[in-house]
């Protein structure tokens, strides 16, 4: 190794190219720009819109999140969540952000028709195994970039929900666990706190042998259940506090007296923050976004962080979760 090499810092890719891991600043760790469902969008296009407008309308929304002090969002939109990156590189040349992408692919129960006879599907048929195309898919996404656009995913995401350890989740989740041994890069997994799926995840990808440290469990926020969040963070797991302003379950108060509470438990170290908004999602009838008005990008500064220094923590604390564990999640590279 060359001195230049053993002096290089560490980069995570972003839309617009790679960025050295210091310069990540403040991280919102699960921010989407778009949630859509293309097949709808494409052949029933009128709420939509028009996509001028829509680009313009995510850039001032994402310029008011960079004025709070946000350097970064990564954004885990994959495969079942209307990931298109040639809208995003539009968005990402007008903002005074970086946004990282991910690779993967989101499903609560079975994996889409694309895969089911393809790969381990095939091996009975065959009388032979048969490698699941899932891995070299994501593989190539990390390593030579998304669609023929240059922009290379940053991390790797795969869903459990309260469905569980489906064979289709599994599978999905196998693949991401391969894909992140042959490149290093990080995972996020949406996750079920509720019915407790992240012992589901660690035991899927221990299995596989990815370290927990490389992993954030997400929307862990979802539960008041400490005592089972301290057993997922000894475990070694980054735990995702990250549906601030989503409060038809639970309230803001419930979320944030949790982070209180782990961050006097001593987990500081173990939690990244964000709010899993978007500038559009098609998820949601019209109006129904007035039933969350607390739903949105700039929430956490101007809500929860003073709530949460108000409550004891610090801002060293809060500097922890913000700035030095998305850093951490993204260095280390190439490890395996």
Request: glycine share 8%; charged share 25%; proline share 5%.
């Amino acid at each position: 190794m060359t001195i230049q090499e053993e002096n290089a810092m560490p980069q995570v890719q972003t839309v617009k190219g790679p960025v050295d891991t210091a310069e990540l600043g403040q991280t919102l760790m699960h921010e989407h720009v778009f949630v859509l469902n293309a097949d709808v969008q494409q052949n029933y296009p009128e709420e939509w819109g028009s996509e001028d407008d829509r680009v313009a309308d995510a850039v001032q929304k994402l310029n008011r999140l960079a004025g709070v002090g946000v350097r970064t969002i990564v954004d885990p939109t994959v495969i079942g969540l209307g990931r298109y990156i040639p809208r995003i590189q539009r968005i990402a040349e007008q903002v005074d952000l970086n946004i990282v992408v991910a690779t993967g692919c989101y499903t609560y129960d079975d994996v889409p028709f694309f895969f089911h006879y393809r790969g381990p599907a095939l091996n009975e048929a065959v009388g032979a195994e048969v490698p699941d195309p899932m891995v070299d898919m994501f593989v190539g996404d990390i390593e030579n970039g998304i669609a023929g656009t240059g922009v290379r995913a940053g991390f790797l995401k795969c869903a459990i929900d309260h469905q569980g350890m489906t064979a289709g989740v599994e599978r999905v989740m196998r693949a991401v666990a391969k894909a992140h041994r042959r490149t290093g890069v990080p995972i996020t997994v949406h996750t079920h706190p509720g019915s407790r799926q992240g012992l589901a995840v660690q035991k899927v990808l221990d299995d596989e042998g990815v370290d927990p440290r490389r992993v954030v469990l997400g929307h862990s926020g979802d539960t008041t259940d400490v005592d089972h969040l301290s057993e997922l963070a000894d475990a070694g797991f980054i735990l995702g506090m990250d549906r601030f302003g989503i409060n038809l379950d639970t309230t803001f108060e419930a979320r944030a007296d949790t982070v209180v509470e782990m961050c006097r438990r001593g987990y500081a170290d173990r939690m990244v923050l964000s709010q899993d908004a978007s500038c559009y999602i098609d998820w949601l009838a019209p109006g129904v976004m007035d039933l969350l008005p607390q739903w949105h990008y700039t929430h956490i500064h101007e809500e929860v962080l003073p709530y949460l220094r108000e409550h004891g923590v610090s801002d060293e604390q809060i500097e922890t979760m913000l700035v030095t564990n998305p850093r951490s999640y993204f260095e280390n590279v190439g490890t395996y």
